[in-house]
């Protein structure tokens, strides 16, 4: 049986840019500028892998805190200049994405113009347009599956024949839940100081890399896998 090439769907924030230490500092200056004692630690196990509108629910849940319109507003501003400032491809990305050969797309929590600043270093949103999709665009986000089920909806693929490449646990769980063969990328300058490692490893993604260097070794491995499936569905 001839399998085709699949679709590789990348989250984008931690995976194709080295972003995330950057939303995360940014988003705890913030609301500890407006009073909320929220550390950096807490940032990283609530909100990371997220969307907005999620982020926003659970400070309403653990701290009863409601951001006004100009909250909203002025940490949207402080976040865009620090990614324009301070992002840059995760290394080796722009290499390996040249090198591909598949279809791929990106799958990301963040809003569309968080989207746009952060796709436009070295011409990244090149390499996807138009294939980029966000939470804004399902009724549910990570770690829900809706959003990459959406994603190869519009591409053309079934679940079983997608690599989801994720940075966060809850990426990794709407992956896994959406059907798709997940690869973990433990690269990003986040997965320390995140203390992400054994909370990505818990949840047993199918692949787990270092360095996007590796992704042709990941590619076939992904194969390997989804081979395995068609001749053994579950």
């Known amino acids: ?27 705890a200056e913030f609301l500890q500028g407006i009073g909320l004692p929220v550390a950096e630690d807490y940032v990283y196990r609530k909100f990371l892998g997220r969307s907005w509108a999620t982020a926003t629910a659970l400070l309403d849940r653990d701290y009863g805190i409601r951001l006004s319109d100009v909250e909203l507003a002025a940490y949207k501003e402080l976040l865009l200049e620090r990614i324009r400032r301070d992002v840059q491809p995760m290394p080796g990305v722009v ?44 009724a549910r986000g990570k770690p829900a599956p809706d959003l990459f089920l959406l994603a190869a909806e519009r591409m053309g693929a079934a679940p079983a ?15 896994k839940a959406a059907g ?19 909370l990505i490893l818990a949840l047993e ?3 787990t890399f270092e360095h996007m260097d ?11 896998l989804r081979a395995q499936r068609a001749r053994c569905p579950a």
């Open 205 to 207: 993604p199918e692949i």
């Open 95 to 138: 290499a390996a994405l040249a090198a591909l050969g598949r279809p791929a797309c990106i799958a990301s929590s963040s809003a569309t113009e968080r989207l746009a600043v952060a796709l436009a270093k070295e011409r990244l949103a090149d390499r996807f347009a138009p294939n980029i999709f966000n939470a804004a665009m399902v």
């Open 161 to 175: 024949d997608c690599l989801v490449i994720e940075d966060s646990p809850a990426g990794i769980e709407a992956g």
């Open 214 to 224: 590796e992704l042709p070794a990941v590619l076939q491995r992904f194969d390997v």
């Open 1 to 27: 049986m001839s399998l085709g090439p699949g679709l590789v769907i990348f989250d984008c924030d931690g995976v194709v840019v080295d972003s995330e230490p950057v939303a995360i500092a940014a988003l």
């Open 180 to 198: 798709m063969i997940v690869a973990a990328f433990l690269g990003g300058s986040h997965v320390a100081p995140g203390k992400l490692r054994p």
